[in-house]
T-cell receptor, first 117, second 115 residues
Framework: GAGVSQSPSNKVTEKGKDVELRCDPI?????LYWYRQSLGQGLEFLIY????????KSGLPSDRFSAERTGGSVSTLTIQRTQQEDSAVYLC???????????????FGEGSRLTVL | DQQVKQNSPSLSVQEGRISILNCDYT??????FLWYKKYPAEGPTFLIS?????DKNEDGRFTVFLNKSAKHLSLHIVPSQPGDSAVYFC??????????????FGKGITLSVRP
């Protein structure tokens, strides 16, 4: 498709289980971001990938969270030993390279809603 | 510590009137600002942006104003339409940290446009 694709759209899991969320960015976009939105909160930055550079992991809330981006395209966000406070909508976004003078605006997927029971 | 603040959680306006959505920021390094619009069960979509070298950017019914000295920006929608009812997020970034540095978002404001 033409947009950012995320899967699964909904995930219900039990506390303590591991989950993987997938993001397929827009073709040609070099930057990929993960954000999450908890109930009543804004968008919280988690991690950012830019080309072959080392990712900016400064937003990951704990070492239970990790993300990979393989081949500069698809990304997987993994949450180990999930906790109830991990319940949120996890949003992936991609963008073109601002250094090329392009807006840098993010194009978001529809998100993966995670519920930890 | 919230670096981007949208202090009003909601706004209700009459169709045809002007909607003014406000946003304040604390990080003086921010030099690029964006507004996103989000409908329920959808991802946010880009609406309009402004660089710190400007104080106004207009796109159709949407205008963003930037007051750097006050660290304040606002989004004006005129005339407002019922389809504008959504959550609006203000976002900012500091380009010195990299070409595609992460955006810092506010908590959003829910706009309701009454027919």
């Amino acid at each position: 498709g033409a947009g950012v694709s995320q899967s699964p759209s909904n995930k219900v899991t039990e506390k303590g289980k591991d989950v993987e969320l997938r993001c397929d960015p827009i073709s040609g976009h070099t930057a990929l971001y993960w954000y999450r939105q908890s109930l009543g909160q804004g968008l919280e930055f988690l991690i950012y990938f830019q080309g072959n550079s080392a990712p900016d992991k400064s937003g990951l809330p704990s070492d239970r969270f990790s993300a990979e981006r393989t081949g500069g395209s698809v990304s997987t966000l993994t949450i180990q030993r999930t906790q109830q406070e991990d319940s949120a909508v996890y949003l992936c976004a991609s963008s073109l390279d601002r250094r090329q003078g392009l807006g840098g605006e993010l194009f978001f997927g529809e998100g993966s809603r995670l519920t930890v029971l | 510590d919230q670096q981007v603040k949208q202090n009003s959680p909601s706004l209700s306006v009459q169709e045809g009137r002007i909607s003014i959505l406000n946003c304040d920021y604390t990080n003086s390094m921010f030099d690029y600002f964006l507004w996103y619009k989000k409908y329920p069960a959808e991802g946010p979509t880009f609406l309009i942006s402004i660089s710190s070298i400007k104080d106004k950017n207009e796109d159709g019914r949407f205008t963003v104003f930037l007051n750097k000295s006050a660290k304040h920006l606002s989004l004006h929608i005129v005339p407002s339409q019922p389809g504008d009812s959504a959550v609006y997020f203000c976002a900012a970034s500091a380009s010195f940290t990299g070409a595609n540095s992460k955006l810092t978002f506010g908590k959003g404001i829910t706009l309701s446009v009454r027919p």
